[in-house]
Each structure stands twice: as structure tokens, then as C-alpha cells.
């Protein structure tokens, strides 16, 4: 009797298990057939991306360790160390990337920086504010509104340090490929700041 009950609490939880997997499953196929993966879409340094009815173009990249922020930005400090000292030159990695925005078209939109992100590799960041609006002091925001024929040109930094990466990644970051992601969805629309 025992050995029976034992038998059928098993069968059970076997078809409990079995009916949560199916539901699980349903509910991922059902969630990736409304919203697939998005289409990923690279950008080079001489393309004109279309975003909306703003067309941006890359007109500059720098990239240096962190001397070449120190030149950029004298004043700022981009972070310290457990004993307060500057961060190492050496160990800072910075790329000034400068675009040309320009708007085709009159409307209300407006081109919002706030969702600009960087891959590089496996390491996925965002890029610095504060360094942002010392390197564009003429920018009041992070969304940029123009009339249709207006352009206006900003860099874009971003930093990085040998503690967010590998020591194989470090190694190897002067070579690796740095993408600028403008959009993600319904297309993710990205830019190889570095060729």
C-alpha cells in the first residue's frame, strides 16, 4: 500500500512538473512571437544614420587612455582609488566620439540621448553625464531639439577601467570593437564608433 501511494505521489509531481514546463514554454513562444528579437542593424563611421527625422553622421573618434582625457577635460576627475589617489593613466581606457546631428524634417520630435548605450565585446555600458555636459557645455539636455535644416555636432564620451573587464579583455581592449546603441527596438540600430 505504501509502495503504491509512494508510486502515485510520483506520477503526480512527474505530471505537475510536465504541465508547468508546457506552460512555461507556451508562454515563451507566445512572448517571442509578439516581440521577436530585434533585427541588428551596424552602422559605420561614414554612414548617415536615419533615426525618426534626424539623420546622424559620426564626424570624429579619439581614443586613448586616460591622458587624452586629462587633455580633453583638465578638470575633471574620473575616479579615485581605495587610497583617494587619481586612477591610474594607464589603467583608463576613454573614446570621444563626435556626431552631426541634422533635422530632415519639421515636427515635434526630439532625439532623446538618454537611452544611448556602448557594447564592447561582452561588456555592455553606459557613457558618462557629467563628463558629457563638460565636453558640450551649449547642450542644457540630453534630448536634442532642432527645426527642420538645423545641425548641431557633440561628442559623446565614453570611459571605461581595467576592473570592468577580464584581465583577457583588458589585454586586448585597444583592438576590440566599441559599438554606440542608438535604439534597441523594434530594430537595434547601432554604431562601430571604431571602423
Same mark, same amino acid.
Given at each position: 500500500? +505504501?509502495?503504491? @501511494?509512494? #508510486?502515485?505521489?510520483?506520477?503526480?509531481?512527474?505530471i505537475l512538473i510536465g504541465i508547468v514546463m508546457i506552460a512555461v514554454l507556451a508562454r515563451i513562444v507566445y512572448l517571442n512571437h509578439c516581440y521577436p528579437s530585434p533585427k541588428v542593424i551596424t552602422?559605420? &563611421?561614414?554612414?548617415?544614420?536615419?533615426?525618426?527625422?534626424?539623420?546622424? @553622421?559620426?564626424?570624429?573618434?579619439?581614443?586613448?587612455?586616460?591622458?587624452?582625457?586629462? &587633455? +580633453?577635460?583638465?578638470?575633471?576627475?574620473?575616479?579615485?582609488?581605495?587610497?583617494?589617489? &587619481?586612477?591610474? /593613466?594607464?589603467?583608463?581606457?576613454?573614446? /570621444?566620439?563626435?556626431?552631426?546631428?541634422? #533635422?530632415?524634417?519639421?515636427?515635434?520630435?526630439?532625439?532623446?540621448?538618454?537611452?544611448?548605450? /556602448?557594447?564592447?565585446?561582452?561588456?555592455?555600458?553606459?557613457?558618462?553625464?557629467?563628463?558629457?555636459? #563638460?565636453?558640450?557645455?551649449?547642450?542644457?539636455?540630453?534630448?536634442?531639439?532642432?527645426?527642420?535644416?538645423?545641425?548641431?555636432? /557633440?561628442?559623446?564620451?565614453?570611459?571605461?577601467? &581595467?576592473?570592468?573587464?577580464?584581465? +583577457?579583455?583588458?589585454?586586448?581592449?585597444?583592438?576590440? +570593437?566599441?559599438?554606440?546603441?542608438?535604439?534597441?527596438?523594434?530594430?537595434?540600430?547601432?554604431?562601430?564608433?571604431?571602423?
Open positions: 500500500m +505504501k509502495q503504491r @501511494k509512494s #508510486k502515485q505521489v510520483r506520477l503526480l509531481s512527474g552602422y559605420t &563611421e561614414n554612414d548617415t544614420i536615419k533615426l525618426g527625422n534626424y539623420e546622424i @553622421k559620426q564626424t570624429g573618434w579619439e581614443w586613448g587612455d586616460g591622458s587624452l582625457l586629462k &587633455e +580633453k577635460c583638465p578638470d575633471y576627475a574620473y575616479d579615485q582609488t581605495d587610497d583617494g589617489s &587619481e586612477y591610474p /593613466f594607464d589603467s583608463v581606457r576613454v573614446g /570621444f566620439i563626435t556626431l552631426s546631428v541634422t #533635422k530632415v524634417k519639421d515636427d515635434t520630435t526630439s532625439l532623446d540621448l538618454t537611452s544611448l548605450a /556602448f557594447e564592447m565585446g561582452t561588456n555592455g555600458d553606459q557613457y558618462d553625464m557629467e563628463l558629457f555636459f #563638460k565636453l558640450n557645455p551649449t547642450l542644457e539636455a540630453l534630448e536634442i531639439k532642432l527645426n527642420a535644416g538645423e545641425d548641431v555636432s /557633440f561628442v559623446i564620451p565614453y570611459t571605461m577601467n &581595467e576592473q570592468q573587464v577580464s584581465k +583577457k579583455d583588458w589585454n586586448r581592449v585597444d583592438k576590440m +570593437k566599441l559599438y554606440m546603441v542608438l535604439q534597441y527596438y523594434p530594430q537595434k540600430i547601432r554604431l562601430c564608433c571604431n571602423g
